[in-house]
């Protein structure tokens, strides 16, 4: 076992220093004593060793499940209305039967699917059957910011409320949504919580081919079936399962459509982890993102990477005479601090070729070369300034890490910035920090326009709509933005460990 196999030499540094530290140096003895395979193992502040099952305790090689749609009950054209209730429920998802409790939406692992069309009202009654409060964000919805289940409107255990919004037009994506509670954010979207959401297009150029939806979610689970609190690793580097899984199956196998050609919405719904896919001898064309399609389809892709809370779709074809192909996702190295054990790729999925027939595979006509018309967002009328930093913290005695937004813990009292209703704004995303952090906002959509490394500045190449932006460290990434809602928004990493113990903050959109 070894420390993190470490790039830039502030972060040898750094971690060097925390191996020296009381509390991580017992953990490395403890560690290497027991010869542990999983870092995972290394406990909690005061919890022992948690003992993990084992990632072939969840059976493989179902057939890939489809995503449970979220049944619309309104009578009337352009109204979705329906209901969602979080609550426990008891799952068998390991192969000895042991149970598992989650917490879910309507009892459904991942969330159900609403789907819905550019222009339609929404009305989601909210039922909270959890033991604690919790809200439903609607992850990079267009929607008002009293709407948005930001942690000012939590809904109380027992309670419920309705959210009602109306989509503009032109926000047809790929979204989801999750609780956004002060506090329990990171544990309540870990034990389950977490849903889809998709706004379809009034004309979508992609209509004609097949959809496929896949959901990547993590899982960590112990022996005994119960689902762990948060060890330091976990609140340090964020949580991730040793359970990776595709609509919460493990390693399920994807019968491709014997035309040869699939579009894939893909969800990045992991607490921390990033995805780098690979898929042997396939290749990707991008055609959309957090927000939608992108102008312009761009082919022959052989990686994607997402990071934690984004999405993006893609189109597949079938590599001519391909049989079965593992899914892979590789390891991303994203600066974990630590003790961290070497990591491995994962196979997510298989994928089964063996139904594509050539003749068709030939016979595909090529893909419209138009989706979309996005404009580049114009002349900036304000500038904001975001830092990401990371502290040691010994409060109490206690070794962690504090997680910071311009030098500030989030506070719920505090308005970090103002901005403006309908000025396009640039914002720059400065990661001071070891680890890299995605940067995410609530209500809008943004443009990357460029990023800043080591003095060396990279224009995005892309122009897209996305409401997650990786930050590397030391890297500053520009983006500009316009709010279309007033009231209070939060922006914050997305590794929802960091969110949780700090790393937020509040815009206020006067
Ligand atoms: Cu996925 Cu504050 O959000
Ligand atoms: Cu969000
Ligand atoms: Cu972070």
């Known amino acids: ?49 948690v003992s993990l099952a084992p990632v072939t305790a969840i059976a493989a090689g179902a057939p890939l499940a489809a995503l449970k749609k979220l049944v619309n009950t309104s009578p009337k054209a352009g109204v979705f209305r329906a209901t969602l209730r979080a609550a426990p429920v008891t799952v068998t998802i390991l192969q000895d039967r042991t149970k598992t409790e989650f917490w879910a939406y309507n009892d459904l692992l991942p969330g159900p699917l609403i789907e819905v069309t550019e222009g339609d009202t929404v009305e989601i009654e909210f039922i909270n059957d959890l033991p604690q409060e919790s809200t439903i964000h609607w992850h990079g919805l267009p929607v008002p910011s009293e709407q948005d289940g930001n942690p000012h409107d939590a809904v109380p255990a027992g309670g419920r409320r309705v959210y009602r919004f109306k989509l503009p037009l032109d926000c047809a994506g790929t979204y989801w949504y999750h609780p956004h509670p002060h506090n329990h954010t990171a544990e309540q979207v870990f034990r ?45 580097n964020g949580r991730e399962g040793q359970f990776a899984l595709v609509n919460a199956q493990r390693q399920p196998v994807l019968t491709f459509d014997a035309g040869g050609r699939e579009r894939w919405r893909i969800w990045n719904a992991n607490s921390a982890r990033y995805l780098k896919l690979k898929l042997p001898g396939a290749r990707f064309t991008l055609v959309g993102t957090d927000g939608g399609l992108i102008g312009k389809p761009v082919a022959n892709l052989t990686e994607l990477v997402l990071v934690a809370a984004e999405r993006i779709e893609v189109i597949v074809e079938a590599p001519p005479g391909a ?4 899914l ?39 893909l419209p070369q138009t989706l979309r018309s996005i404009r580049p967002l114009g002349a900036v009328k304000a500038k904001k300034r975001v830092v990401f930093s990371e502290e040691m913290s010994m409060a109490g005695g206690v070794h962690s890490m504090k997680f910071l937004v311009n030098g500030k813990l989030f506070d719920m009292r505090r308005v970090d910035l103002t901005s403006r209703i309908n000025e396009v704004e640039l914002w720059e995303i400065a990661n001071d920090s070891d680890m890299d952090h995605p940067f995410h906002i609530h209500g809008v959509q943004f443009q990357v326009i460029e990023r800043e490394l080591d003095g060396k500045v990279t224009p995005e190449s892309l122009l897209a709509w996305h409401d997650m932006a990786n930050t590397r460290p030391g890297e500053t990434v520009r983006i500009k933005m316009v709010q279309r809602h007033k009231g209070l928004r939060m922006f914050h990493c997305h590794i929802l460990e960091h969110e949780n113990a700090g790393m937020m903050g509040q815009v206020n959109v006067v």
């Open 192 to 236: 389950g919580l977490a849903g889809l959401f998709i706004v379809r297009a009034k004309n979508d150029p992609l209509k004609a081919i097949p959809e496929r939806h896949l959901v990547f979610s993590d899982l960590k689970l112990a022996a005994d079936g119960s689902i762990p609190a948060n060890d330091m690793n976990d609140e340090m």
């Open 328 to 366: 892979v996702t590789e390891p991303v190295e994203r600066g974990k601090m630590g003790m961290v054990p070497q990591e491995f790729p994962i196979t997510l999925l298989d994928v089964d070729f063996s139904a594509v027939r050539p003749e068709r595979l030939a016979a595909l006509a090529s």
């Open 1 to 49: 076992m070894t420390l993190t196999d470490i790039n830039p030499t502030t972060r040898r540094t750094f971690a060097a220093s925390l191996a020296t530290l009381p509390w991580f140096g017992s953990a490395l003895a403890q560690g290497m004593m027991s010869g542990m395979p999983e870092m995972a193992g290394m406990g909690g502040m005061n919890a022992a060793a």
């Open 323 to 326: 049989g079965v192909v593992g």
